[in-house]
């Protein structure tokens, strides 16, 4: 590679980066920038070896060592997809040249379409049209490389789809990256331009639609109506089958305009509310996914990790996106709903409302009543049967319907902001039926019914009070022979009647119990105890025998020299276990807290207030052993 760059190329670089000419180190470092972004291209398409790309890498490197040229990205506090490249040592009080990544890689892949944009006029540069047009129909190019080679120069970008439409007037895609880009901009009136100038060149059915739902947005649902009429009546006249998911769709949209056209006062207000509520969420989301991919990535682990999924649903991808968006904050301290509306501009009232988003109501609901005139929807929490006024777009929803998870607060009613998961029939009967034990406490009684039946089960079995155990795997095959005897032979002295043959008349199906595996922390732990209480179930203790002899003794020393991590093991215990150690054993028990939590306890503190003390740092870990068994 030569240092020297040809004229037309450091033009380019100069142009498209909007350079300073003048700066001939910064403008040759970018240039060897690029080469290795073009080679790292040409590696993993398997057309450049790992050899030589390492090489355009070196001379990349060895030109900014030379010139004592360094980069800056997000790592140095730029923003998402920013990169800046300055003189080493350069103050902050120094102006960077800021280029947007996605302009490194359009130059990098698509040099002749950058020239073409650049060009004073475009239908006069080499490639045009065919080279431009390539460039924006080609399904493999991201659409937000498209939308960037419009926008990072606004006026060329439009000079430049205003060359391509003059030369072929019908061109769709150029079409349709106008009228986005006018959307954008809030340029309505040239957006209606454009739509009624290729309406009367093309007459097409798509150009009809997209038309119908930028005039619904405008809130003339009169125009839309008619809009979207005649997609119907092009489709008739060509025969096409009605069944098509576009026309199903198209159908859809005109039911909704018919019902917008009848609407007015309030009601109309609300829709509205509503549609600009949808709007902007859909922004707000396209914002994020195009400047903050890492946080994103971080976290898509952490809400996983939450969930204990190992992968994001399907059904969980807006609610994942919602808590992105209006509750998790950045490094900034603000979530990112609140970083567009401040950079855009939005309004106190907006801004108010985009915090609302961060305070949904989670729980199941059941639908008590429906308006499909005025899109409104009347929801019962279940749980609560507090009533929130909905307002959605749906049209095939019925009183008595349920569905779960959140609701969104937006001006003076809620949205659910994303599908509507409606339950079955079967489903929604069986939610009211065990919510309404619930309320009645059937459920609780039966809860404490099972506990009981299960501490009466493990003292049958075992005949001792703690049955302990030299190592995880004789602890676990002891107690999963214990489950499956309790499961399937116990039979209450109630009824008479197993857990198993419960479980199959309640639900319908036989019982089926997963294994039990204690976790890997019991690995290696040769005192091991199995502890049941009637009113918290059964738990697995690591190191029993030496903590009761702690508790008993005070004897912190022992425990320090046995156990590595000492307030690891008691933050893991159930509180019937831990209140089972300092019952009796107050004064002792107050020692070990303090030695091993610093607690400052007092000497005099009583069982309560040791145990207060412990649920502010306990996160127990225990076995369900009524897992599996409704």
Same mark, same amino acid.
């Given at each position: 590679?030569?240092?020297?760059?040809?004229?037309?190329?450091?033009?380019?670089?100069?142009?498209?980066?909007?350079?300073?000419?003048?700066?001939?180190?910064?403008?040759?470092?970018?240039?060897?920038?690029?080469?290795?972004?073009?080679?790292?291209? #040409?590696?993993?398409?398997?057309?450049?070896?790992?050899?030589?790309?390492?090489?355009?890498? &070196?001379?990349?490197?060895?030109?900014?060592?030379?010139?004592?040229?360094?980069?800056?990205?997000?790592?140095? @506090?730029?923003?998402?997809?920013?990169?800046?490249?300055?003189?080493?040592?350069?103050?902050?009080?120094?102006?960077?040249?800021?280029?947007?990544?996605?302009?490194?890689?359009?130059?990098?892949?698509?040099?002749?379409?950058?020239?073409?944009?650049?060009?004073?006029?475009?239908?006069?540069?080499?490639?045009?049209?065919?080279?431009?047009? %390539?460039?924006?129909? +080609?399904?493999?190019?991201?659409?937000?490389?498209?939308?960037?080679?419009? #926008?990072?120069?606004?006026?060329?970008?439009?000079?430049?789809?205003?060359?391509?439409?003059?030369?072929?007037?019908?061109?769709?895609?150029?079409?349709?990256?106008?009228?986005?880009?006018?959307?954008?901009?809030?340029?309505?009136?040239?957006?209606?331009?454009?739509?009624?100038?290729?309406?009367?060149?093309?007459?097409?059915?798509?150009?009809?639609?997209? *038309?119908?739902?930028?005039?619904?947005?405008?809130? &003339?649902?009169?125009?839309?109506?008619?809009?979207?009429?005649?997609?119907? %009546?092009?489709?008739?006249?060509?025969?096409? +089958?009605?069944?098509?998911?576009?026309?199903?769709?198209?159908? &859809?949209?005109?039911?909704?305009?018919?019902?917008?056209?009848?609407?007015?006062?309030?009601?109309?207000?609300?829709?509205?509310?509503?549609? #600009?509520?949808?709007?902007?969420?859909?922004?707000?989301?396209?914002?994020?996914?195009?400047?903050?991919?890492?946080?994103?990535?971080?976290?898509?682990?952490?809400?996983? $990790?939450? $969930?204990?999924?190992?992968?994001?649903?399907?059904?969980?991808?807006?609610?994942?996106?919602?808590?992105?968006?209006?509750?998790?904050?950045?490094?900034?301290?603000?979530?990112?709903?609140?970083?567009?509306?401040?950079?855009?501009?939005?309004? +106190?009232?907006?801004?108010?409302?985009?915090?609302?988003?961060?305070?949904?109501?989670?729980?199941?609901?059941?639908?008590?009543?429906?308006?499909?005139?005025?899109?409104?929807?009347?929801?019962? +929490?279940?749980?609560?049967?507090?009533? *929130?006024?909905?307002?959605?777009?749906?049209?095939?929803?019925?009183?008595?319907?349920?569905?779960?998870?959140?609701?969104?607060?937006?001006?003076?009613?809620?949205?659910?902001?994303?599908?509507?998961?409606?339950?079955?029939?079967?489903?929604?009967?069986?939610?009211? &039926?065990?919510?309404?034990?619930?309320?009645?406490? $059937?459920?609780?009684?039966?809860?404490?019914?099972?506990?009981?039946?299960?501490?009466?089960?493990?003292?049958?079995?075992?005949?001792?009070?703690?049955?302990?155990? $030299?190592?995880?795997?004789?602890?676990?095959?002891?107690?999963?022979?214990?489950?499956?005897?309790?499961?399937?032979?116990?039979?209450?002295?109630?009824?008479?009647?197993?857990?198993?043959?419960?479980?199959?008349?309640?639900?319908?199906?036989?019982?089926?119990?997963?294994?039990?595996?204690?976790?890997?922390?019991?690995?290696?732990?040769?005192?091991?105890?199995?502890?049941?209480?009637?009113?918290?179930?059964?738990?697995?203790?690591?190191?029993?025998?030496?903590?009761?002899?702690?508790?008993?003794?005070?004897?912190?020393?022992?425990?320090?020299?046995?156990?590595?991590?000492?307030?690891?093991?008691?933050?893991?215990?159930?509180?019937?276990?831990?209140?089972?150690?300092?019952?009796?054993?107050?004064?002792?028990?107050?020692?070990?807290?303090?030695?091993?939590?610093?607690? @400052?306890?007092?000497?005099?503190?009583?069982?309560?207030?040791?145990?207060?003390?412990?649920?502010?740092?306990?996160?127990?870990?225990?076995?369900?052993?009524?897992?599996?068994?409704?």
């Amino acid at each position: 590679m030569d240092g020297n760059m040809a004229m037309d190329k450091r033009e380019l670089i100069t142009k498209f980066f909007e350079l300073d000419a003048a700066d001939e180190s910064a403008v040759k470092a970018w240039s060897f920038f690029i080469d290795l972004q073009r080679a790292a291209s #040409e590696e993993t398409a398997g057309r450049l070896s790992r050899r030589d790309r390492d090489n355009v890498q &070196r001379i990349f490197n060895r030109y900014m060592n030379k010139n004592k040229l360094i980069m800056l990205s997000e790592d140095n @506090g730029l923003k998402a997809h920013e990169l800046a490249i300055t003189k080493a040592g350069v103050g902050e009080e120094e102006k960077l040249k800021i280029v947007h990544s996605f302009d490194v890689w359009l130059l990098a892949d698509f040099e002749d379409v950058c020239s073409i944009l650049v060009a004073d006029e475009p239908n006069e540069a080499d490639g045009f049209p065919e080279v431009i047009l %390539k460039f924006l129909t +080609d399904s493999g190019v991201h659409k937000w490389l498209k939308e960037r080679l419009i #926008e990072k120069n606004k006026d060329a970008g439009e000079r430049l789809l205003k060359a391509i439409l003059e030369d072929n007037p019908a061109e769709l895609t150029a079409h349709s990256l106008l009228v986005d880009f006018y959307e954008r901009e809030s340029m309505f009136f040239e957006a209606e331009v454009e739509f009624r100038r290729m309406l009367d060149t093309t007459n097409d059915k798509l150009v009809w639609a997209n *038309y119908g739902y930028f005039l619904e947005l405008q809130g &003339r649902y009169e125009d839309a109506f008619v809009a979207l009429q005649n997609v119907m %009546k092009i489709c008739e006249r060509a025969g096409e +089958d009605v069944a098509d998911d576009f026309l199903e769709e198209v159908t &859809r949209n005109i039911s909704r305009m018919e019902r917008m056209k009848g609407l007015a006062g309030e009601d109309a207000r609300a829709v509205r509310d509503y549609q #600009e509520a949808m709007r902007l969420l859909g922004d707000i989301n396209v914002f994020a996914e195009k400047n903050m991919d890492t946080e994103i990535t971080k976290a898509r682990a952490e809400y996983l $990790k939450e $969930k204990d999924q190992a992968e994001l649903k399907y059904e969980d991808s807006y609610e994942f996106m919602n808590w992105f968006l209006f509750q998790r904050e950045l490094p900034t301290g603000k979530v990112p709903g609140i970083v567009y509306a401040e950079e855009k501009g939005l309004s +106190d009232t907006t801004i108010e409302r985009l915090k609302g988003l961060g305070n949904p109501v989670e729980s199941f609901f059941e639908i008590v009543a429906v308006d499909n005139a005025t899109f409104k929807l009347v929801v019962k +929490d279940m749980a609560t049967d507090k009533e *929130y006024e909905l307002v959605e777009a749906y049209s095939s929803v019925a009183v008595g319907q349920t569905f779960s998870r959140y609701i969104y607060p937006w001006s003076d009613f809620y949205f659910t902001a994303g599908t509507l998961m409606r339950h079955t029939d079967d489903y929604s009967e069986t939610l009211k &039926r065990l919510i309404e034990e619930a309320k009645t406490g $059937k459920i609780l009684k039966d809860a404490k019914e099972k506990l009981k039946a299960t501490h009466d089960a493990f003292n049958t079995y075992f005949e001792i009070e703690v049955p302990t155990f $030299k190592s995880k795997a004789k602890c676990e095959k002891a107690f999963n022979k214990f489950y499956e005897w309790m499961l399937f032979e116990y039979a209450s002295e109630e009824d008479g009647k197993t857990f198993a043959e419960i479980h199959e008349e309640t639900n319908g199906q036989k019982l089926k119990p997963d294994k039990v595996n204690l976790p890997d922390t019991f690995t290696g732990v040769n005192d091991i105890a199995l502890l049941c209480d009637p009113e918290y179930g059964i738990a697995a203790v690591r190191y029993y025998t030496l903590l009761k002899s702690v508790f008993e003794t005070g004897a912190v020393d022992e425990l320090k020299a046995m156990v590595e991590n000492p307030k690891e093991l008691l933050i893991g215990e159930e509180s019937f276990v831990v209140r089972g150690f300092v019952h009796g054993n107050e004064r002792t028990a107050v020692k070990v807290f303090n030695e091993v939590f610093e607690a @400052g306890l007092d000497i005099n503190a009583s069982e309560a207030e040791i145990m207060a003390f412990w649920e502010t740092v306990g996160e127990p870990q225990s076995i369900n052993a009524s897992r599996g068994v409704n």
